[in-house]
């Protein structure tokens, strides 16, 4: 690997933006999930869904 290389920076420049794209749309994901299920819980113990 050499420092000097502009491509080779934008290329790991790139994946570390990825990585954290997909990482931050798996937590969003669960979070997500965690929220819908958490509301799901509610509607069946209050059928009016307040």
Known sequence: M????????????ANLQKIHLEGASIIYLKVNKTLFGGSRLCNTTMPDGR
Request: glycine content about 24%; overall charge negative; hydrophobic content about 25%.
């Open 2 to 13: 050499e420092g000097a290389d502009p491509e080779g920076a934008n290329m790991e420049g």
